[in-house]
């Protein structure tokens, strides 16, 4: 089945760029999905790309999708405590979209 | 607030009671996914409707857990005697049919005594 491999932990400075990498095995996923998740909170949609997409661009977010390595990343500029959470990878597609999740990269950022 | 609500926040159960857990997703939102979340883990998928049919369930979802959604509006899910491996957090995710957005309430955190 499918399978979402995230690094474990990433810590960064304020101020810094943050980049989460994310690797899938299923080639067909149709959607790739970022989503933030703090403290006792539920997750929230950062960004999502399409699979004919190589890159995707909102305000301080980036994403980067290489299909043929099946690689993802999260880049993040101008890194904010604000900022710091567990970012989840997931993958969808198919005729009910169900997600699959990565473990999640804790992302601390320090002052 | 139009965002997904679940409701309760937080269940404390001993072992062998049932539970139920509701969501209620944004309005008129097709689709409605149950996942569940467990510590140190991404959530892992359960079940998913769209409308009122439940068109998928994963292998996760043992004869103990039911769930539905009667009107295709909110739904409810069901874990009859639990157990201490039922201790998760539980998540609801709304998105609309033509779309690939999901958004997720804010869970329901059970643990099984």
């Known amino acids: 089945g499918e399978d979402v491999e995230q690094s474990l932990f990433l810590s960064v400075r304020e101020g810094d760029s943050s980049v989460i990498n994310c690797t899938y095995t299923?080639?067909?996923?149709?959607?790739l999905y970022w989503y933030k998740q703090e403290p006792g909170a539920g997750l929230q949609l950062l960004t999502y790309?399409?699979?004919?997409?190589d890159m995707k661009q909102d305000q301080r977010l980036t994403v980067l999708l290489n299909k043929k390595d099946k690689h993802l990343s999260l880049r993040i500029a101008d890194t904010q405590t604000g900022d710091s959470a567990i970012y989840f990878c997931?993958?969808?597609?198919?005729?009910?979209?169900?997600?699959?999740f990565g473990t999640g990269t804790l992302l601390a950022v320090q002052p | 607030d139009t965002g997904v609500s679940q409701d309760p926040r937080h269940k404390i159960t001993k072992r062998g009671q049932n539970v139920t857990f509701r969501c209620d997703p944004i309005?008129?939102?097709?689709?409605l996914y149950w996942y569940r979340q467990t510590l140190g883990q991404g959530p892992e998928f359960l079940t998913y409707?769209?409308?009122?049919?439940?068109?998928?369930k994963s292998r996760l979802l043992s004869d103990r857990f039911s769930a539905e959604r009667p009107k295709g509006s909110f739904s409810t899910l069901e874990i009859q005697r639990t157990e201490q491996g039922d201790s998760a957090m539980y998540l609801c995710?709304?998105?609309?049919?033509?779309?690939?957005?999901?958004?997720f309430g804010p869970g329901t955190r059970l643990t099984v005594l």
């Open positions: 995710a709304s998105s609309p049919l033509a779309y690939n957005e999901q958004f």
């Open positions: 299923d080639s067909s996923s149709t959607y």
């Open positions: 790309i399409f699979s004919n997409m």
């Open positions: 997931a993958a969808g597609g198919g005729a009910t979209n169900k997600l699959i």
């Open positions: 309005s008129e939102h097709n689709r």
């Open positions: 409707f769209q409308n009122e049919a439940q068109l998928e």
